[in-house]
């Protein structure tokens, strides 16, 4: 554990330090300008206050060298920067900014023919490149976290090292597991998170560094501080957040033998086989990034502008990955699955029956839930893969054999209304399958797991925005009134 820092004298203090009130503000501004001048150091040079671990001192050292060649791009492209790259409509105004291109995230991007790619990797070229675990077929999530970082695939060697880094910071504060144990057990597992996420704030390194001045051009390597603590952090706490809501409040010891994924899943306490492990690594894996428009990366990274360190940030971020327009989409599709499979009432599921409940659906005014995407136009890959482990490990659950008859009764059933720009099965729709198979059969807690691998997204946006040096960001609004006006001058 690091020493806790003595408190500087006055002769060793920043000058800011020694003001008061107002002025002590306006001084600790004026360093973080000067700072942002033409004769900052070069990205990376700043020291840090403790010697970092090898791995983390190469994990910064790939991302300013990677950070070195984008900052000069985004030099370069600034250059052109009244270059127009779309056209704006009424209809992205009012309906959600979708498709509005107003964003830079560097960590993945979203097609939709081939869905998420991180760092230019599908899903399916990702999975199969990242180490996995000792007999494994599931890459890593720590890995992907790597690969979001730096871009680059992480040796065996650096992964293990990487995960050993991940344990030493796994440390939750006695503060942060004190208020935990203040809330009512029955309040939202969410709300649970998303409080312990800002009870973790008062030890953000990003935070105190500010407070003292810190340079501009250190801004990334200490929001990753606060990412790589978060992020060693965030399974712990969700564990012991499963286990005081839904259980006796005994939380399984924790295991650095294991890998993180593996770790918290044994922490949950619900199967101690190695293929939940390996279900578990999957799903962190496969949720950990979706780019940066989504509600609770967008949120993040909009909180982030104003200088908010990584906690302020993924607190704000899981309070828009609670509603149920997104992270919580996974809690209702399996509520409906166990729903149609109680009208079978243990008959087998065919695919008339599928069709004909879910015309009835439809005509009733209700959607399906699982089945669309706001911006895929093809399966989600995230789906297909979770299908795939499930065809090897769990073909013979009778939850998968519903999931199986809605994958080929749905989508032809959808694209006959002609009203669907997108009939397939979304992720949603076969990882509740998946937990609940492996006893994990608490559907409000599954945005929590959610949660739990989009932090490890939402961390390498955020650092990633200090490091471009990416501004607060601040929209333009319109009423419906200034619309209607540039509608008409069309």
Request: hydrophobic residues 40%.
């Amino acid at each position: 554990a690091e020493r806790p820092a003595r408190p500087l004298s006055p002769r060793r203090r920043p000058a800011a330090a020694l003001l008061p009130g107002a002025m002590q503000r306006v001084a600790v501004l004026s360093q973080h300008v000067v700072a942002g001048g033409p004769a900052r150091p070069p990205l990376g040079a700043a020291a840090t206050s403790a010697a970092a671990s090898p791995i983390v001192a190469k994990l910064k050292g790939k991302i300013a060298a990677l950070a070195k060649d984008r900052v000069a791009l985004k030099a370069e492209l600034l250059k052109a920067g009244d270059t127009k790259i779309q056209d704006l409509t009424v209809e992205m105004c009012i309906n959600g900014a979708r498709s509005i291109k107003a964003m830079v995230t560097e960590t993945s991007d979203l097609d939709a023919a081939k869905g998420i790619a991180y760092r230019g990797l599908s899903l399916f070229e990702a999975n199969q490149k990242l180490p996995k675990a000792p007999g494994g077929e599931s890459g890593l999530p720590e890995a992907a976290f790597w690969l979001l970082l730096t871009g680059e695939i992480p040796s065996a060697e650096e992964t293990a090292a990487f995960t050993a880094e991940l344990h030493a910071r796994s440390a939750v504060p006695a503060n942060v597991l004190t208020t935990l144990a203040t809330l009512p057990k029955d309040t939202h597992p969410m709300t649970q998170l998303s409080m312990c996420m800002l009870a973790m704030q008062k030890d953000s390194k990003f935070s105190a560094k500010y407070q003292e001045g810190m340079m501009k051009n250190a801004y990334w390597e200490w929001a990753l501080e606060d990412a790589l603590d978060l992020i060693a952090r965030i399974p712990v706490v969700a564990a012991h957040i499963y286990r005081r809501t839904f259980k006796d409040g005994s939380t399984p010891a924790y295991d650095s033998k294991l890998d993180w994924a593996g770790n918290y899943a044994q922490m949950l306490g619900v199967n101690d086989s190695e293929a939940f492990k390996e279900c578990t690594r999957l799903y962190l894996m496969l949720h950990a990034d979706h780019e940066g428009g989504n509600v609770s990366a967008h949120t993040s990274h909009l909180v982030g502008s104003a200088l908010s360190d990584p906690y302020y940030s993924w607190a704000a971020g899981l309070c828009g990955l609670a509603g149920p327009l997104h992270g919580l989409a996974n809690q209702e599709c399996l509520a409906w699955l166990l729903e149609v499979q109680k009208e079978l009432g243990g008959k087998a599921p065919t695919k008339e029956f599928i069709v004909d409940y879910v015309e009835k659906t439809m005509k009733a005014g209700k959607v399906i839930p699982g089945f669309g995407h706001a911006v895929l136009r093809q399966p989600d890959p995230r789906y297909m893969l979770e299908r795939e482990f499930a065809l090897k490990h769990t073909k013979d659950d009778p939850l998968f054999h519903l999931v199986d008859c809605c994958y080929q009764a749905i989508p032809p059933t959808l694209e006959k209304t002609g009203k669907v720009k997108n009939p397939y099965p979304n992720v949603d729709a076969h990882s509740g399958q998946l937990m609940h198979y492996y006893n994990l059969k608490e559907d409000n807690y599954y945005t929590v797991v959610f949660a739990v691998s989009r932090a490890m997204g939402v961390m390498a946006q955020i650092v990633w925005a200090r490091a471009l040096g990416l501004p607060i960001e601040r929209p333009k609004s319109v009423d419906l009134d200034t619309l209607k006006k540039l509608a008409a001058k069309k």
